[in-house]
Nanobody, 115 residues
Framework: QVQLVESGGGLVQAGGSLRLSCAASGRIFSINTMGWYRQSPGKQRELVAAMTSVGSTNYKDSVKGRFTISRDNAKNMVFLQMNNLKPEDTAVYYC?????????WGKGTLVTVSS
């Protein structure tokens, strides 16, 4: 069993920054992908950014150049630095871990960007 706990969400004005953190615990295979998804009311959950255990990254087009994903493999943590936030970035952000078994999800952290 794997547990994911997110932190770092909050309220910020447009143009501001936030840094999300996610700590994974439990039985974690060394080869995995950790990432961030988001979901806003009435919309489907969507991938924001993901990073493999060897450093390959994938970003949603609308966040490229503004968001940066990073990992600390020794601590089983993943981070999302979000700069130049826009109101359309408002959503609940979920941490995800994908390996050889089922996907694991955190409970989510709310990011609200005011205009």
């Amino acid at each position: 069993q794997v547990q994911l706990v997110e932190s770092g969400g909050g309220l910020v004005q447009a143009g501001g920054s936030l840094r999300l953190s996610c700590a994974a615990s439990g039985r974690i295979f060394s080869i995995n992908t950790m990432g961030w998804y988001r979901q806003s009311p009435g919309k489907q959950r969507e991938l924001v950014a993901a990073m493999t255990s060897v450093g390959s990254t994938n970003y949603k087009d609308s966040v490229k150049g503004r968001f940066t994903i990073s990992r600390d493999n020794a601590k089983n943590m993943v981070f999302l630095q979000m700069n130049n936030l826009k109101p359309e970035d408002t959503a609940v952000y979920y941490c995800n871990l994908r390996s050889s078994g089922p996907d694991y999800w955190g409970k989510g952290t709310l990011v609200t960007v005011s205009s």
